[in-house]
């Protein structure tokens, strides 16, 4: 079983800032798209951002301007930014990877993000 080992959720005001960090087992080869999902209660799990190997990245439009997804390939660790955070922002955040070859997902085990003032 692959894990993925997730950092750095909490509790925040609104406009406030937190950085996620994620991490696959360094003797993990070929991992094509590394990124992060997110769930608020009562809702389905939502795309935030993700990047691939190559450096292409997609966000959600709710991510676009304050959220910085950035990646070490050397490493297998991916780091999500988030800026201005707004109370819609409140969910639990799941790392995700997707293997380059084989298309195989691995879901870390979520971390909760909580906007309130």
């Known amino acids: 079983q692959v894990q993925l080992v997730e950092s750095g959720g909490g509790l925040v005001q609104p406009g406030g800032s937190l950085r996620l960090s994620c991490a696959a087992p360094e003797e993990m080869f070929s991992i094509g798209v590394m990124g992060w999902y997110r769930q608020a209660p009562g809702k389905q799990r939502e795309l935030v951002a993700t990047?691939?190997?190559?450096?292409?990245?997609n966000y959600a439009d709710s991510a676009k301007g304050r959220f910085t997804i950035s990646r070490d390939i050397a490493k297998n660790t991916a780091l999500l930014q988030m800026d201005s955070l707004k109370p819609g922002d409140t969910a639990v955040y799941y790392c995700?990877?997707?293997?380059?070859?084989?298309?195989?997902?691995?879901w870390g085990q979520g971390t909760q993000v909580t906007i309130s003032s």
């Open positions: 995700y990877i997707r293997l380059a070859f084989s298309g195989i997902e691995y």
């Open positions: 990047i691939t190997t190559g450096g292409t990245i």
